[in-house]
């Protein structure tokens, strides 16, 4: 068997069998596959798909790759939560320590940054000296003392994924539903998880930009987990605006702490009320309306701000930011980006404001680039807000004066007005 034939075979829509799926993700993790070859077998599948039986295949390579958790000892309490990745995505911020103070158990591995979206583990580096790697020993133990931890990959937790996913990043093969899925999956299921709660965004800032491509990619997951004995729901989001005001790690960790503060209900806080209600839902099997009650009581009575400090503090991050929030908010470098006309916000594109964001440091062009924690944008105004010429639009950090020029060109794209006031979307799409 060779690679090249495997390759060749996809490159012409062929399927391909479980056994030359394990050969060539067993190959890539060994070294015996290169990067370019890997990369052009990636392209493949992009470009010509996979089966359903060939995506369950993928899925148990990566997932047999590596070590997995088992978290049996909690029995239906264990419960996950995954984006599929947009533009000012601080859910897991905020849902893991709603969910944890109510009593389920949050054991979640999570990514970096992958193109123009953020990754949960950079933002928690945000936090002075917090430990994203923990071995699978302490991570139970965390879960089971306090009822949430949260890390990033390690090499023996799906190493297939891990170099996949970092693969993927730059050689533009992101966007297929059979990579992404089976990515997804495999972390979830190697996390051990009974509960898997899945945030599929849709629209100009996600992979998925039509609905029709989000449903696919909701159903691809499904089936996935109820393949490996796995509850699985789906909730699709919308991701045409950035969601929250904060783009970039610091400014993100900032705003998620303002909300658990009371201080946000905006529809960041609709989309984190949802995830909640639906991990909470599944955990204790009870009704979805019974749920959304408990996780509005715990952002509202303060146990899940008071859940997100032992957290923090557990994996030996500075709670005292938690404290002093405005402290997230210091980059060495500030812009002021106003409007140029009048009218209303009628489209803030997510995708732009995105790559802006990475522009100015908060997200990686290529998998070696080093992340500027404090860069990025924060938004002063959402759709449907009365704009006045010089009014500011945004507010950029950096660590270098020198990124704002071309970011702001890209903002002028990126910020839509007009003479009417817009009707604002719904950011619940539907649950699967």
């Known amino acids: 068997m060779r690679i090249y034939d495997i390759i060749n075979k996809k490159r012409y829509a062929r399927e391909l069998s479980r056994e030359e799926i394990f050969f060539a993700i067993n190959g890539f993790v060994s070294g015996e596959v290169a990067d370019y070859q890997m990369s052009a077998l990636a392209m493949a599948i992009c470009i010509n798909s996979m089966t359903e039986r060939e995506v369950l295949d993928l899925t148990d390579a990566m997932l047999r790759s590596g070590d997995t958790i088992n978290l049996s000892r909690f029995g239906h309490l264990s419960v996950d939560k995954h984006s599929t990745g947009g533009v000012g995505d601080k859910t897991t911020l905020i849902v893991a320590p709603i969910v944890a103070s109510l009593g389920a158990k949050v054991a979640k591995m999570s990514g970096r940054g992958l193109g123009h979206t953020g990754g949960t583990v950079d933002k ?43 693969l993927r990043d730059v050689s533009a093969t992101v966007e297929s539903i059979p990579l992404i899925a089976s990515s997804i999956m495999s972390k979830k299921l190697a996390s051990g998880s009974k509960n898997i709660v899945l945030d599929i965004k849709v629209g100009s800032g996600a992979f998925m930009k039509t609905e029709s491509e989000a449903r696919a990619l909701a159903h691809a997951m499904i089936k996935i987990g109820k393949g490996f004995g796995r509850n699985v729901r789906a909730i699709i989001t919308n991701m045409d605006t950035p969601l929250g005001k904060a783009v970039g790690n610091s400014l993100e960790v900032w705003e998620a702490i303002e909300l658990l503060k009371g201080n946000i209900t905006s529809e960041l806080y609709e989309v984190c009320i949802a995830l909640s209600s639906n991990m909470i839902s599944c955990a204790f099997e009870i009704d979805i309306e019974e749920a959304k009650k408990l996780c509005i009581n715990a952002v509202s009575n303060g146990s899940a701000l008071k859940k997100m400090k032992e957290w923090i503090g557990y994996q030996g991050g500075d709670v005292s930011l938690i404290c002093e929030s405005e402290r997230l908010l210091q980059a060495s470098c500030k812009k002021d980006f106003k409007s140029q006309k009048c009218g209303y916000v009628s489209r803030i594109d997510a995708e732009k404001v995105g790559i802006a964001a990475m522009m100015l440091g908060a997200g990686r062009m290529k998998k070696d680039d080093i992340i500027d924690t404090h860069a990025g944008i924060l938004l002063n105004l959402s759709i449907g807000d009365r704009v006045f010429e010089g009014d500011t639009l945004a507010t950029l950090f950096s660590s270098s004066y020198d990124k704002f020029s071309p970011c702001e060109e890209l903002l002028l794209q990126a910020f839509e007005l007009s003479d009417e006031k817009p009707q604002k979307q719904n950011v619940i799409i539907d649950t699967i």
């Open 124 to 166: 928690l580096e945000a936090f002075c000296d917090f430990k994203t790697s923990l071995s699978s020993e302490d991570f139970l133990k965390q879960v089971e003392k306090i009822g949430i931890c949260v890390i990033g990959q390690s090499a023996n937790l799906v190493p297939a994924d891990k170099k996949l996913y970092a």
